[in-house]
């Protein structure tokens, strides 16, 4: 399996505009999450899903940001308008969890910038 | 509120030593604990996990303890290599039912050849 899949690896943005994050999780994985890291909060958790529903939204922003999963092979994050504190490391991660394990895969992540 | 942070946020150590990383939960309802491991530019790595009805879980040179009297969770690396160093986060799911993770701060672990 090629492990959960984010785009782009990097996007550099000026202030005011749309960005759109792309992730394709593991393929029968049926949880989805999106994370930001920062150097000054860490690893925080914005959204999750499960069967394409959202479960938990309330680490996300909500006036700027969206999330999406049309199908159980996409989702995506929206910022709308971007401000220069979205700076930061987007992770996306997915997850089967099981009697053993609640392990979650972690993508490579989008590198935002936003001037 | 909840919360996972680590006592030593950087670990250096020799290659070959035996290393060390800890950390103190402060939810006593958490019934899940796992290690990441991430190396620059990278997402994190899942390295171990274990379950609260253990006390211990050994993979290919790591270990995982629980100590839930104390709430502290330790992972250890044996034979330390150079490719060991990388920021270790410890998480729990204090949330039963839900698959929420609490990630704590980090530790960075540096091996010296």
């Known amino acids: 399996d090629a492990g959960v899949i984010q785009s782009p690896r990097h996007e550099v943005t000026e202030m005011g505009q749309e960005v759109t994050l792309r992730c394709k999780p593991i393929?029968?994985?049926?949880?989805l999450f999106w994370y930001r890291q920062t150097m000054m909060q860490g690893l925080e958790l914005l959204v999750y899903?499960?069967?394409?529903?959202?479960?938990?939204d309330s680490g996300m922003p909500k006036d700027r940001f969206s999330a999406k999963m049309p199908n159980a092979s996409f989702s995506t994050l929206k910022i709308q308008p971007s401000e220069p504190r979205d700076s930061a490391v987007y992770f996306c991660?997915?997850?089967?969890?099981?009697?053993?394990?609640?392990?979650?895969?972690f993508g490579p992540g989008t590198r935002l910038t936003v001037l | 509120g909840e919360s996972v942070g680590l006592h030593l946020p950087t670990l250096s150590v020799q290659e070959g030593d035996n290393s060390i990383i800890n950390c103190a939960y402060s939810n006593s309802a958490s019934d899940y604990f796992i290690w990441y491991k991430q190396e620059s530019g990278k997402g994190p790595q899942f390295i171990i996990d274990i379950r609260s009805n253990m006390d211990k879980r050994q993979g290919q040179r790591v270990t995982v303890l629980l100590n839930k009297t104390v709430k502290h969770l330790s992972l250890q690396i044996a034979a330390t290599q150079p490719g060991d160093s990388a920021v270790y986060f410890c998480?729990?799911?204090?949330?039963?039912?839900?698959?929420?993770?609490?990630f704590g701060t980090g530790t960075r672990l540096l091996v010296s050849p």
């Open positions: 393929s029968g994985h049926d949880y």
């Open positions: 899903f499960n069967n394409k529903a959202v479960m938990d």
């Open positions: 998480a729990e799911n204090p949330y039963t039912g839900f698959q929420k993770l609490v």
């Open positions: 991660a997915s997850s089967l969890p099981g009697a053993s394990t609640d392990t979650q895969y």
